[in-house]
């Protein structure tokens, strides 16, 4: 097992001696002096290598990678049909983990789809490596990617005892909501730490030329009503080094923002390396 290493927050020096091909980069600290951690999402790594067999490209490299440059945050996925990220991915994960200081592993998942050959369950992959941070996801075994949140009103029921169960194991508990909810006080009566806003509606509205508009407005409503029930904020899903600078300025009390699809992109042209760097540099985290 690797020795622990403290993972240094990113310094005004290092930011700036970091290419940013021109994209915005956040101030390091918002007005509390929080940075927004930044972790990566390595179910892309995983999806490559399934499409071969075999090892290559291995997750857990990637993984080491990411942390070598700073990162705090690992994310992953793993989905009932083992379409990318598997068990033995999640165990190896937690493990690399544990052997680095101030280093996260956040599982995300939906806690109702049901144990299945290859597939523990959810909650079951918790307990066996006891990330800091579970994410719930509303998402179907059909879906290609997460599209939507939670319906609290619907769901808040059904999520309470697990939200609980992972307390227990010591995790912190975020849902994934959609941008512009903001009856948030069921999740906080629950027992969740943190609402991760789904980004996917900002990120297209920022592609087409309007800079994020309603959409953005959006996401800030839910973070300000998360904020009032006294939810930490979490974002996600289609972020990349142009519209992320925007939607932290616009929200700088996120805490965490998770990135898969567009960082590994980008690492095909850039490597993977410098593209964790830039992104840290907008992160500040």
């Not at 951690?37 to 071969?52: D, E, H, I, P, T």
């Not at 998942?109 to 941070?133: D, I, K, T």
């Not at 990135?259 to 985290?285: C, F, N, P, S």
Request: charged residues 20%; aromatic residues 4%.
């Amino acid at each position: 097992m690797e020795g622990a290493r403290r993972i240094l927050p990113l310094t005004h020096c290092h930011a700036a001696a970091v290419r940013t091909a021109g994209y915005p980069v956040r101030p390091l600290q918002d007005a509390d002096g929080r940075m927004a951690v930044l972790s990566v999402n390595l179910n892309k790594v995983a999806v490559l290598r399934n499409s071969r067999g075999g090892d290559l490209p291995d997750p857990i490299a990637a993984a080491r990678v990411c942390l070598a440059e700073g990162c705090r945050g690992l994310t992953v996925h793993p989905r009932p049909d083992a379409r990318h990220i598997r068990r033995e991915d999640v165990l190896a994960l937690s493990d690399l983990v544990a052997a680095h200081e101030g280093v996260e592993l956040n599982i995300e998942g939906n806690p109702f789809a049901p144990a299945r050959p290859g597939y523990p369950g959810l909650l079951e992959l918790v307990r066996e490596s006891r990330p800091a941070q579970c994410t719930l996801v509303p998402d179907g075994d059909g879906q290609l990617t997460s599209d939507h949140g939670f319906d609290l009103r619907r769901d808040a029921g059904r999520l309470r005892p697990l939200v609980a169960e992972l307390r227990a194991l010591g995790c912190r508990v975020s849902l994934f909501m959609d941008p512009g909810t903001t009856s948030l006080e069921p999740a906080a009566d629950m027992g969740a730490h943190r609402v991760e806003i789904y980004t996917g509606p900002y990120a297209e509205a920022f592609a087409a030329g309007s800079g994020g508009g309603a959409a953005l407005q959006a996401c800030v409503a839910t973070a300000e009503a998360a904020r009032a029930a006294g939810l930490a904020v979490n974002a996600g899903h289609d972020l990349d080094q142009r519209n992320l600078g925007p939607l932290l300025a616009a929200i700088p009390w996120i805490a965490e923002v998770s990135i898969g699809h567009a960082l590994i992109g980008e690492a095909l042209y850039d490597g993977l390396a410098t593209t964790v760097r830039r992104y840290l540099a907008i992160t500040g985290g």
